[in-house]
């Protein structure tokens, strides 16, 4: 038996080199755990059916000798990420059937490692919410309590490695969803530099503040994942050289100076139980040596504000491309024009009708001033801030979310309510720095322990700090 | 306040059609997030709105080494919901 729970990459390559089980063995157990897990979990939508070929694939690649730290290991990936010839659906009717005509870079970065992709997981609808409430494939459950969200949107990949049916999975972030599923379930989740990882081949939602990012147990799988999927790349005009070369002293620093946002943790309606973990974790750092100091963030408190204008204008842009005609699914009217209206209502969520129609408004003319415009300027000023802070201080510690994991069904009649959610994480996108969750404590609810998570800020293409910093408080070597 | 007929405008717009719960839902759901996003107004910028859209910068390269035709044609033929030798079928627009 192969102890799934406590499995890293490191540990898996050091038995797959040394011959202790197979990569065949490894993905076999998995599919065991899923057989056993995912029909109450339901984190996959789809679990493909040649796991096994691949990881034959990978144990020849093992026994030349050729192989890498990823060779033979089990990846989850986000429904929103192009495997060629696989079904990519981003949990939408819309794109029931659409087969990815080509790899994400992402994806062909992995398939040159030899990886083993186990399947496709659940996620809201195009990427927009918080629960996957939002899938129009049903919900995934948070493992910790069957009964509550696994967050979102990347819901399905933060749950397919917490209930061990995956080692490591990719999701994408664009206000917070890869750091919100992590922290509820109790795993690590990096959102990473703006254009530090290839986008080519994920579906856009909102182009300025998508980012594609890995999922692990530990901070050092997350790094190892980050490492083989970033880099510069044709395909996508916005991605950016690897600074490394450009980071002065990217090796010595251990101790850090951390800033806290006092004033931004006063925004009201935290579980008191956030509040108390953090103030713990926060001293468990400064007992390992890190320096911690009161920073200000004065106008992050308007980032949801400006995320929400943002996001839908992107969304009604980048939304108009599923419209039935050249793929997905066509509902046939009595005009070519209404064969558009019929396809895209009946293909398309509640939520995504939402943004699209609030994306339609606030970019008409009369209106575009007062909010778009408007937002780019206040987003110019909250860039400004954390700008300013960061000549201060190496990383900004906050929560990563105001409560813990909550029950299905609770916030979905409530768009507002469900955003919320998402106030400590948006004003990462909107500057473009990277962050990470990881898994600070528990908070107990009646029998349930639900993971409460810490989100540690770092500059432009400082993931490094994050890294040194997350295995410090994790305890990882 | 946003009316239905201001959603019905707005959908048209977008291309879709509404169901009636969805038309009779949405200017409430609309409002309640456009009054929080209403806070924007009372920040006072002196951020240089030129700069407005962020650091752009162009990216550009050489237009070279192109797709042979045919190379996938057959995997995005097969995506399409309607076609004829390997052409897209739609309905007829005149």
């Given amino acids: 038996m192969i102890d799934l729970k406590n499995l890293t990459i490191k540990k898996a390559h050091s038995a797959l080199i040394s011959g202790d089980y197979t990569a065949v063995d490894l993905a076999s157990a998995y599919l065991e755990q899923i057989k056993k897990t995912n029909k109450d979990i339901h984190a996959y939508l789809e679990v493909f059916s040649d796991v096994i070929e691949q990881a034959k694939k990978a144990d020849a690649i093992i026994k030349s000798g050729k192989s890498g730290l990823l060779t033979g290991i089990p990846f989850a990936i986000k429904d929103n990420i192009l495997i060629k010839g696989r079904i990519a659906s981003s949990a939408s009717r819309i794109l029931e059937n659409y087969k990815a005509t080509y790899n994400a870079t992402v994806i062909e970065k992995l398939k040159k490692d030899g990886v083993v992709f186990i399947g496709r997981t659940n996620m809201d609808e195009f990427a927009m919410g918080s629960s996957t409430e939002n899938s129009a494939y049903g919900t995934t459950k948070n493992p910790?309590?069957?009964?509550?969200?696994?967050?979102?949107?990347?819901?399905g990949s933060a749950a397919a490695v917490a209930g061990n049916m995956a080692l490591v999975s990719l999701g994408s972030d664009t206000g917070g969803s890869i750091r919100q599923p992590a922290s509820y379930c109790?795993?690590?989740g990096l959102k990473t530099t703006y254009g530090a990882v290839s986008r080519y081949g994920v579906m856009s939602m909102g182009s300025s503040?998508?980012?594609?990012?890995?999922?692990?147990?530990?901070?050092?799988?997350?790094?190892i994942v980050f490492d083989a999927i970033k880099g510069q790349d044709k395909m996508d005009s916005t991605t950016i050289e690897d600074q490394k070369q450009n980071i002065k002293n990217q090796n010595g620093k251990q101790k850090f100076k951390i800033g806290v946002p006092r004033d931004f943790l006063k925004v009201g309606g935290i579980d008191e139980a956030i509040v108390k973990n953090f103030q713990e974790s926060l001293d468990k750092l400064k007992k390992q040596g890190h320096e911690i100091l009161d920073i200000e963030l004065p106008n992050s408190k308007y980032s949801l504000a400006v995320y929400y204008v943002v996001t839908p204008a992107e969304v009604s842009s980048n939304l108009a491309r599923y419209d039935g005609m050249r793929y997905g699914k066509r509902v046939s009217g009595s005009t070519g024009i209404e064969d558009y209206f019929l396809s895209r209502q009946s293909g398309l969520g509640r939520e995504v009708k939402r943004r699209i129609i609030l994306g339609t408004y606030v970019l008409s003319s009369g209106y575009y001033d007062a909010y778009y415009n408007k937002a780019n300027i206040v987003r110019e000023i909250i860039k400004d801030d954390y700008r300013k802070a960061f000549k201060k201080v190496d990383i900004i510690a906050t929560p990563t979310t105001a409560g813990v994991a909550f029950k299905i069904g609770e916030k979905i009649a409530d768009p507002l309510q469900m955003y919320l959610e998402d106030i400590f994480t948006v004003s990462i996108n909107l500057v473009g720095i990277p962050a990470i969750s990881i898994p600070s404590g528990f908070k107990e609810v009646g029998n349930k322990k639900l993971p409460i998570g810490i989100q540690f800020i770092a500059d432009n293409s400082r993931e490094d700090n994050l890294f040194t910093i997350s295995k410090s408080f994790l305890g990882e070597k | 306040m946003l009316g239905i007929d201001d959603i019905k405008k707005l959908a048209k717009l977008a291309r879709i059609t509404l169901t009636q719960e969805e038309e009779s839902k949405l200017p409430k759901e609309v409002d309640s997030i456009l009054s929080y996003v209403a806070q924007l107004k009372e920040?006072?910028?002196?951020?240089?709105?030129?700069?407005?859209?962020?650091?752009?910068?162009?990216?550009?390269?050489?237009?070279?080494?192109?797709?042979?035709?045919?190379?996938?044609?057959?995997?995005?033929?097969?995506?399409?919901p309607d076609s004829q030798d390997d052409y897209l079928k739609v309905k007829k627009i005149l």
């Avoid at chain 2, 962020?54 to 080494?65: H, I, T």
């Fill in chain 1, 144 to 155: 910790y309590d069957l009964e509550r969200v696994p967050g979102g949107s990347s819901g």
């Fill in chain 1, 186 to 188: 109790g795993i690590v």
């Fill in chain 1, 209 to 223: 503040l998508d980012q594609i990012g890995p999922f692990g147990k530990s901070a050092e799988d997350v790094e």
């Fill in chain 2, 43 to 80: 920040v006072v910028s002196s951020v240089n709105e030129e700069k407005q859209a962020g650091e752009l910068r162009n990216v550009v390269r050489e237009d070279s080494n192109p797709t042979n035709t045919g190379t996938n044609t057959k995997d995005i033929v097969a995506n399409m």
